[in-house]
C-alpha cells in the first residue's frame, strides 16, 4: 500500500448496513499494511475537537512553577512531563523536545479496581483550567465509542467472536497524552518524538494541522498521512499486533516539527484491563513470535521506565523500542 487510506466508518456503526464488509476490509486492509488509517464519519463534531484543542494549549500556557507543583512522580505518573524529560529507552540519551501532560482513565479515589491494582485512580487536574476535566473527558467518552466502533470492525475482520476484544476494555487502562512541541529550528536535530511504536492496542489522534507527524512506511520511506478535515488518525499498537498473531501492523511514526509553529496533540491510547494478558487469539503467522503481555504489568513497567535513571529487565515487556 505504502500510502495511509482515508476510511468513512459510518457503516461500521451497525452490522446490517450496507457498506459494513466492505468498510471492514478496508480497515483490515490498512491495518495489515501500514498499520495506520485516517477516518471519518466518526460523528465527533469539529467543534469538540477545537475545545480540546484549546484546553491543551490553555493547560501548556500555564507558568512553569505551577506545572512543576503538578509534575509527574515515580508513584503517580499522572501530570506534567517536563520538556525534555523524556529520554528514549533505546541508549541514544537524545530527549524527545515536547513536553506533555499525563492522563489515565479516570477513577473515583473509592472505586473497588483501586485494591485490585493500585495504578487505577484520579487523574490530577489542574485547577488553574477549570473546564479542563469536563472538556477532556467529554472527547475522551467520545473516542471511547470510536475505539469500540473500530474494535468491532476488527473482531469482524479477524474472525473473531462478537465482543472478544471490546469485552478487553471494561475499566480498561487507556490513557492520554497531552503533548506541546515548540518549533524545532529548520537545522536541527533530534526529534519531537523519536521513532517508535507504540505498545497499546489502539491510538486515536486528531492530527494538529500544523503537520509533522511521520510514519514508516514498509520501504522504509517516511510519509505524512492525509487526514481530512474532522478525521482522526488511527493505528495499531503493539497489542493489536500480538492479539492478532502478527496479522495487523504495528508501524514505527515519529513527529518532527519544523512548521515553525507551536504543536499541540492529545494522542488517545486503548489499552486493556489491568488483569488481560495479551496473547494471539489466532494461529501466529509464521515468523511471529512474541511473549504474551500482562497489561498491568506493562502499565507498571511503562510508567518505571520512563524515568530517566530506570531501564527495562528481561522481564520487561518490549517498550516501543525499534529493533533494527
Ligand atoms: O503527536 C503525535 O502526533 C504523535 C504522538 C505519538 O506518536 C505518541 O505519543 O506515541
Ligand atoms: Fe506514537
Not at 515536547?98 to 489515565?104: F, I, N, Q, R
Not at 521513532?195 to 511521520?214: C, M, Q, S
Amino acid at each position: 500500500m505504502g500510502r495511509i487510506p482515508t476510511i468513512d466508518i459510518t457503516p461500521l456503526r451497525d452490522k446490517g448496513h450496507p457498506g459494513y464488509d466492505l468498510t471492514v476490509r478496508q480497515v483490515m486492509d490498512a491495518c495489515a499494511d501500514i498499520g495506520f488509517l485516517s477516518i471519518s464519519g466518526t460523528e465527533i463534531s469539529p467543534d469538540t475537537v477545537q475545545r480540546m484543542r484549546t484546553c491543551v494549549q490553555a493547560i501548556f500556557d500555564i507558568d512553569e512553577d505551577a506545572k512543576w507543583e503538578q509534575a509527574i512522580t515515580r508513584e503517580n505518573y499522572r501530570g506534567f512531563i517536563p520538556l525534555g524529560f523524556f529520554t528514549p529507552n533505546d541508549g541514544s540519551g537524545t530527549a524527545d523536545k515536547y513536553e506533555g501532560y499525563k492522563l489515565h482513565y479516570e477513577v473515583a479515589n473509592d472505586a473497588p479496581i483501586r485494591s485490585e491494582c493500585a495504578l487505577y485512580g484520579p487523574n490530577v487536574w489542574p485547577p488553574q483550567v477549570p473546564e479542563a476535566q469536563s472538556v477532556i473527558l467529554g472527547y475522551w467518552s467520545q473516542l471511547d465509542l470510536v475505539a469500540d466502533t473500530l474494535l468491532g470492525a476488527l473482531e469482524t475482520g479477524l474472525g473473531l467472536p462478537a465482543r472478544q476484544l471490546r469485552d478487553a476494555f471494561r475499566d480498561p487502562m487507556t490513557n492520554m497524552t497531552l503533548l506541546h512541541y515548540p518549533p524545532q529550528a529548520p537545522h536541527e536535530d533530534g526529534y519531537g518524538i523519536h521513532p517508535h511504536k507504540d505498545t497499546d492496542a489502539l491510538t486515536i489522534i486528531a492530527p494538529d494541522p500544523v503537520g509533522g507527524l511521520e510514519v514508516q512506511t514498509r520501504d522504509g520511506d517516511w510519509i505524512t498521512p492525509d487526514c481530512p478535515p474532522g478525521g482522526f488518525v488511527v493505528n495499531i499498537g503493539d497489542m493489536l499486533e500480538l492479539w492478532s498473531g502478527g496479522r495487523l501492523k504495528s508501524t514505527p511514526h515519529r513527529v518532527v516539527n519544523r512548521s515553525g509553529r507551536e504543536r499541540y496533540s492529545f494522542p488517545y491510547f486503548a489499552v486493556p484491563r489491568h488483569d488481560v494478558i495479551v496473547a494471539p487469539l489466532l494461529t501466529p503467522l509464521p515468523w511471529f513470535d512474541r511473549p504474551p503481555v500482562h497489561c498491568g504489568h506493562w502499565s507498571a513497567e511503562t510508567w518505571r521506565t520512563n524515568w530517566p535513571d530506570e531501564t527495562a529487565k528481561d522481564t520487561t515487556p518490549e517498550l516501543g523500542t525499534l529493533r533494527d
